[in-house]
């Protein structure tokens, strides 16, 4: 009997410190469990709007650049059987326009490219080339003839006319050779006295020099 009321004075005992130490942790700084951040759902980037080929400018990036460094010897320096467009200052350009004419005098216009977009020329010359030329006479067309075939059979004198940002126009004198009977973009053979249409093999330029001062 005796030990009976030990047992049950040891079980309240043992009750007692239970109910304490749930007092002692209920007035403890309970852990805080931090909230996860809400990242914003990712924006798809809007692609760009594609812009227009810059015609103009992918023409004069084909031409060949002098930079004005001795305007005395630019003359000697020219590439043979090219134009040379020359300027001192630089000049915003909106157009270059490329003109054919069936007669040897700039007279009787025939077919006309329109270079349009926008460029900055620097101070020096644009020298055509092969290259520059090939991509004119290839976008030659008049009635349904196309191609520098068709640019070389049917023209017989030439004129560049150059459009820039304030609408002023600068023309270049009109491109002929007397001694060829006029002018065309072609290959001039000029010992053996013959010439033909550009391909991409040859020299595509004229039967000479030509210069255009564009201020």
């Not at 002929?176 to 330029?205: A, D, H, M, V």
């Amino acid at each position: 009997m005796q030990k009976i009321k030990i047992l049950l004075v040891l079980l309240a005992c043992g009750s007692m410190v239970v109910l304490l130490d749930s007092c002692n942790g209920g007035t403890g700084t309970s852990a805080v469990i931090p909230e996860p951040t809400i990242e914003p759902s990712p924006q798809p980037t809007p692609s760009p709007s594609p812009s227009p080929t810059n015609l103009l400018e992918n023409y004069v990036n084909l031409l060949t650049y002098q930079p004005l460094k001795y305007p005395q010897l630019q003359d000697e320096n020219l590439t043979q059987l090219q134009l040379s467009m020359t300027l001192t200052h630089v000049l915003a350009i909106n157009s270059i326009l490329v003109n054919y004419y069936s007669d040897s005098s700039c007279t009787n216009l025939m077919s006309g490219e329109n270079i349009s977009g926008s460029a900055s020329l620097q101070p020096g010359s644009y020298i055509t080339n092969s290259a520059s030329n090939l991509s004119l006479c290839t976008a030659y067309s008049y009635n349904g003839m196309n191609g520098c075939v068709y640019a070389y059979n049917n023209t017989h004198s030439m004129k560049f006319i150059i459009t820039d940002s304030l609408g002023q126009i600068i023309s270049s004198t009109c491109l002929t050779n007397p001694q060829w009977f006029g002018e065309r973009l072609g290959y001039y053979n000029l010992s053996s006295n013959w010439s033909r249409n550009c391909t991409t093999n040859y020299n595509c330029g004229f039967s000479q020099n030509y210069t255009m001062q564009l201020n």
